[in-house]
């Protein structure tokens, strides 16, 4: 037996205590109405209504059901609605990577936006490389990720919306291509390159070091370094250079940011879920996700001397806008 749809019957008879008026409300005839509420009353055992009279009575133990099912049957619609927001993905917890590499505003920008549009929502969100994101979205410890391209190892994920960004160079300050608007990739010829390991995103590494030799540019040694900052003191100490989107040289005045001319290097980041049981709110956060990376991408800085003034002469100047120079002491 239905039991909860014999309990909605029955109290619809048991607040107009007529048959024949309950069954108008309820769409249905008054026999199979009459057949449901004697099913509900044997399958209880008692006698929810006196019918020896002429008027229909609830009998004592009709009283108390009406009071218990009505709670039962707000129980029931509460609990469909919370089963609807986990199915909906706006309950629970998302098991999210990122890559190591993404901006501490970034992140903030992200947890907001989610935390505002899906507040009953937990993301637990772990600092995961590319490789091993995909790994574990594999095997199902992971429900969501954001990944660097090209992507190995992908059967069975879904990638979804992406954001590209172009990547400059990262120079030591005191470089003779720092003085330059932008830089070739040939110009780098000479100069080691530093790149994270090649194991925490092997598809972007091949394809790097592929449009460098492409370029004109095969570094003497290739250097890894996994922290931005562990990379960006490389670079100002004159050992090398990297690429980045300019962020991680503005952290430090004894770095320049320069773009490659033509843009060849394009960091492609996209959202990725297993496409099988995949948690509902997978694809709400990878779109959180890109937005907030696209609205982190940074300008593309001036070049050196814009507006009259050349920025190898202000170091200060990628740490403080140019319009608003640090007050003097």
């Given at each position: 037996?239905?039991?909860?749809?014999?309990?909605?019957?029955?109290?619809?008879?048991?607040?107009?205590?007529?048959?024949?008026?309950?069954?108008?409300?309820?769409?249905?005839a008054?026999?199979?109405?009459?057949?449901?509420?004697r099913?509900?009353?044997?399958?209880?055992?008692?006698?929810?209504?006196?019918?020896?009279?002429?008027q229909?009575?609830?009998t004592?133990?009709?009283?108390?059901?009406?009071?218990e099912?009505?709670?039962?049957?707000?129980?029931?619609?509460?609990?469909r609605?919370?089963?609807?927001?986990?199915?909906d993905g706006?309950?629970?917890?998302?098991?999210?990577?990122?890559?190591?590499?993404?901006?501490a505003?970034?992140?903030?920008?992200?947890?907001?936006?989610?935390?505002?549009?899906f507040?009953?929502?937990?993301?637990?969100?772990?600092?995961?490389?590319?490789?091993?994101?995909?790994?574990?979205?594999g095997?199902?410890?992971?429900?969501?990720?954001?990944?660097?391209?090209?992507v190995?190892?992908?059967?069975?994920?879904?990638?979804?919306?992406?954001?590209?960004?172009?990547?400059?160079v990262?120079?030591?300050?005191?470089?003779?291509?720092?003085?330059?608007?932008?830089?070739?990739?040939?110009?780098?010829?000479?100069?080691?390159l530093?790149?994270?390991?090649?194991?925490?995103?092997?598809g972007?590494?091949?394809?790097?070091?592929?449009?460098?030799?492409?370029?004109?540019?095969?570094?003497?040694?290739?250097?890894?370094?996994?922290?931005?900052?562990?990379?960006?003191?490389?670079?100002?100490?004159?050992?090398?250079?990297?690429?980045?989107?300019?962020?991680?040289?503005?952290?430090?005045?004894?770095?320049?940011w320069?773009?490659?001319?033509?843009?060849?290097?394009?960091?492609r980041?996209?959202?990725?879920?297993?496409e099988?049981?995949?948690?509902?709110?997978?694809?709400?956060?990878a779109?959180?996700?890109?937005?907030?990376?696209?609205?982190?991408?940074?300008?593309?800085?001036?070049?050196?001397?814009?507006?009259?003034?050349?920025?190898?002469?202000?170091?200060?100047?990628?740490?403080?806008?140019?319009?608003?120079?640090?007050?003097?002491?």
């Amino acid at each position: 037996m239905d039991l909860i749809r014999h309990l909605r019957l029955f109290i619809v008879v048991a607040e107009e205590l007529h048959f024949s008026r309950a069954a108008d409300l309820l769409g249905m005839a008054q026999p199979p109405l009459s057949q449901a509420v004697r099913r509900l009353e044997r399958e209880m055992g008692v006698a929810l209504f006196d019918r020896s009279a002429r008027q229909v009575r609830l009998t004592a133990a009709g009283a108390l059901l009406v009071e218990e099912a009505r709670e039962l049957l707000a129980r029931e619609e509460r609990l469909r609605a919370v089963l609807g927001r986990v199915r909906d993905g706006e309950l629970g917890t998302l098991r999210a990577g990122v890559p190591p590499q993404t901006p501490a505003r970034t992140l903030h920008a992200l947890l907001s936006a989610c935390a505002e549009e899906f507040p009953g929502l937990r993301i637990d969100l772990q600092e995961v490389d590319s490789a091993e994101q995909v790994r574990l979205l594999g095997s199902g410890r992971l429900d969501v990720g954001l990944v660097h391209h090209p992507v190995d190892g992908a059967d069975g994920l879904v990638l979804g919306p992406s954001a590209d960004t172009a990547l400059g160079v990262v120079l030591p300050r005191a470089s003779r291509l720092a003085r330059l608007p932008e830089v070739a990739l040939a110009d780098l010829a000479g100069h080691d390159l530093f790149l994270p390991p090649r194991a925490t995103a092997p598809g972007w590494y091949d394809r790097t070091l592929e449009i460098c030799r492409a370029g004109g540019f095969v570094p003497p040694a290739v250097r890894h370094a996994r922290n931005p900052e562990f990379l960006l003191g490389l670079v100002a100490s004159g050992r090398g250079v990297a690429f980045d989107d300019g962020r991680v040289a503005g952290k430090e005045p004894r770095t320049a940011w320069r773009p490659l001319t033509g843009r060849p290097l394009i960091l492609r980041v996209s959202g990725v879920w297993p496409e099988h049981s995949a948690h509902p709110a997978a694809h709400h956060f990878a779109r959180i996700a890109v937005r907030a990376i696209m609205d982190d991408i940074p300008p593309q800085p001036a070049a050196p001397g814009a507006g009259g003034d050349d920025d190898r002469s202000r170091p200060w100047s990628v740490v403080y806008p140019p319009s608003a120079p640090p007050t003097a002491r």
